[in-house]
């Protein structure tokens, strides 16, 4: 199993960015996906959850980033997807995806001006 994180960066306060996680090794349309992230010296949070094909694809929240979020995967690509739009500096940390049982490397997003 194998979870590759791309995307992150450096981005001003009010802007967006769109993480990208490419997976392979198992069958991705099966499984759950998610994406977490850690800022500096916290514990890790999960941030939004995209459900397999078969339970239909629904997404959730966390409450925090509903509204700026999306959460998507393309089951063809054997990607999920986050873009983000109107980043906080609070937001600023490594991004990780998984799918329940295996973890990325993550990603680093810097919210600064």
Do not use: H
């Amino acid at each position: 199993v194998q979870l590759v994180e791309s995307g992150g960066g450096l981005v001003q306060p009010g802007g967006s960015l769109r993480l990208s996680c490419a997976a392979s090794g198992f069958t991705f349309s099966m499984y759950g996906m998610s994406w977490f992230r850690q800022p500096p010296g916290k514990e890790r949070e999960l941030v939004a959850t995209v459900s397999s094909a078969d339970a239909g694809g629904f997404s959730r929240y966390a409450d925090s980033v509903k509204g700026r979020f999306t959460i998507s995967r393309d089951n063809a690509k054997n990607t999920v997807y986050l873009q983000m739009n109107r980043l906080k500096t609070e937001e600023t940390a490594v991004y990780y995806c998984t799918n329940g049982r295996a973890w990325g490397q993550g990603t680093q997003v810097t919210v600064s001006s």
